[in-house]
């Protein structure tokens, strides 16, 4: 039997930081019979987005507004007793290049690490915040967030999202590039129209034929549309067509942003708010929109939600996993035998190689179960096959960093060690990502047989950098192949100066 990472209680509080393009979000919440109760909220228009060049660089500015919201995030996390904090950034630090010192300091200035997740990602969570907090409608919903670097779409029915799709189009980037310099325009409106509709238009059929019953908007530029669309109208309570060409009409007719007489705009979201109704208006037309509501929750209620579901056994990654081992025809009998083995081996050196903690016990697991995820391209070089594939694929749950560690395991479990792509690796994982391929490795290879007998006792001797394993001498003698696999390994570590000693139980080397 495999034995699971046992379910743990959900901490008291939890708090869920958002680093999107525009604006940084923090929300602290405590989980109470079943339900999320918001405790408190900050915002900051940080702008990180305006602050990444064509090139991918971020520029000083940028990351010294970014730093300075973060540490305020984390005094305020101190004070509140939050340790159980997820923060996630999207798309300025996708397209960010260069980024691994920035990820440091913003570590160091919220005291949390800062993972990165894909556009589908970022959709699935979106798509979970707004689920939890909107009554359940019979049939299927429409989700549309617009954030300041991309727009998500997603169709889902009750919790579970049925389509996922994020756009390269923003408030911020459609800022920058049609209403730069403040002044709108019935030109300018048109082009930035007819940019959107191209970005839309990929996903235009899929969503079409899937179809919806409510169509809702998260986030904080739905949100700002809905309340400018009040203030001219009062009492009303959706946003349709109608109202969304009344707003274009009145920024074309205030002609500059700071003209725009909408109290309910507060000045740091007027100068991206004509993009924000342009690209929504877009949305309208080409998907056939004819009413919106306005969603209280998005992507950092999304957080909150999946760190639960994480204490449970309602782990979103878990369900990835199990679907790409159907998906590329894993043998499961094998990576369950693989797995049971690093479980052993994991309470053995656990301690001494600071792996003693649920996150790297999950990273062995998955490691296991899709370890040869790249039989399915081809057998030759299939490690390699499967590191490209854990690395590109989109993977429901998981964050960038997650998969290229997943990745590094897997397309180092066999062969010659490729050490150099452990500097891609976040802290601490650049400098323990070689224990965890060491022992996957060995379970590996003692499994190469691929038969059901049991392996016997091992004793692990973990050290800094070197391992010593011993085994009975009888059935080192009965496996005489394990044994030139062995010695074959202890060459494959030395060369990634990892020393690997093979004893037998009464003390003698093997090699």
């Not at 560690?405 to 601490?428: C, D, S, T, W, Y």
């Not at 990502?433 to 060491?438: E, R, T």
């Amino acid at each position: 039997m495999i034995v699971r990472v046992a379910a743990r209680p959900v901490p008291e509080v939890l708090a869920a930081v958002d680093l999107g393009s525009n604006s940084f979000h923090l929300v602290v919440a405590r989980y109470s019979h079943g339900q999320l109760v918001i405790i408190d909220r900050l915002r900051e228009a940080v702008r990180l987005g305006a602050g990444v060049d064509a090139d991918g660089r971020l520029d000083r500015e940028a990351m010294a507004r970014a730093l300075a919201c973060l540490e305020r995030f984390g005094q305020r996390l101190r004070d509140m007793r939050a340790r159980d904090v997820r923060a996630v950034g999207t798309n300025a630090l996708r397209k960010a290049h260069r980024k691994q010192a920035f990820l440091e300091r913003a570590r160091a200035a919220l005291g949390h690490p800062i993972q990165i997740v894909s556009g589908r990602e970022e959709a699935r969570l979106i798509y979970s915040g707004v689920a939890h907090t909107m009554s359940r409608v019979e049939g299927r919903r429409l989700v549309v967030d617009i954030g300041g670097g991309s727009t998500e779409l997603i169709i889902g029915a009750g919790l579970e999202p049925l389509e996922l799709e994020s756009t390269q189009m923003g408030c911020v980037g459609m800022t920058h590039q049609f209403f730069a310099d403040g002044r709108v325009s019935a030109k300018r409106l048109a082009r930035a129209r007819v940019a959107a509709r191209q970005e839309l238009e990929p996903v235009k059929v899929m969503f079409l034929q899937r179809g919806w019953d409510q169509a809702a908007g998260s986030s904080g530029t739905v949100r700002a549309i809905g309340d400018a669309l009040r203030e001219l109208r009062p009492g009303s309570n959706s946003i349709t067509p109608q109202g969304l060409q009344l707003l274009l009409d009145t920024l074309q007719a205030a002609g500059r942003v700071e003209n725009l007489g909408l109290t309910s705009i507060d000045a740091e979201r007027r100068a991206v708010f004509p993009a924000g109704v342009t690209i929504l208006a877009a949305i309208f037309e080409v998907l056939g929109c004819e009413r919106m509501e306005v969603a209280d929750g998005a992507m950092r209620e999304g957080l909150l939600w999946d760190m639960i579901g994480r204490f449970g056994h309602e782990d979103a990654r878990e369900r990835t996993v199990a679907a790409m081992q159907a998906r590329y025809q894993i043998d499961r009998l094998q990576a369950g035998r693989v797995e049971t083995t690093l479980r052993g081996f994991i309470d053995q050196v656990g301690e001494t190689w600071q792996l003693d903690d649920p996150f790297a016990v999950q990273m062995l697991e998955w490691s296991a179960r899709l370890h040869e995820i790249g039989l399915d391209v081809a057998h030759s070089r299939h490690h390699q096959h499967g590191a490209y594939l854990l690395e590109n694929a989109d993977m429901p749950g998981f964050t960038r960093e997650e998969q290229r560690l997943l990745a590094r395991l897997v397309g180092n479990h066999r062969r010659k060690l490729q050490i150099e792509g452990f500097a891609e690796l976040l802290p601490p994982w650049e400098g323990r990502a070689i224990f965890l391929i060491v022992l996957l490795r060995l379970a590996v290879l003692l499994h190469r047989g691929r038969g059901n007998a049991p392996l016997p006792e091992l004793q692990l001797l973990p050290r800094s950098r070197s391992l010593e394993i011993r085994f009975p001498v009888r059935w080192l003698k009965d496996h005489p192949l394990t044994v030139a696999d062995l010695r074959q390994e202890i060459e494959l570590l030395r060369a990634a100066d990892f020393r690997l000693k093979v004893f037998s139980s009464r003390g003698n080397p093997v090699v």
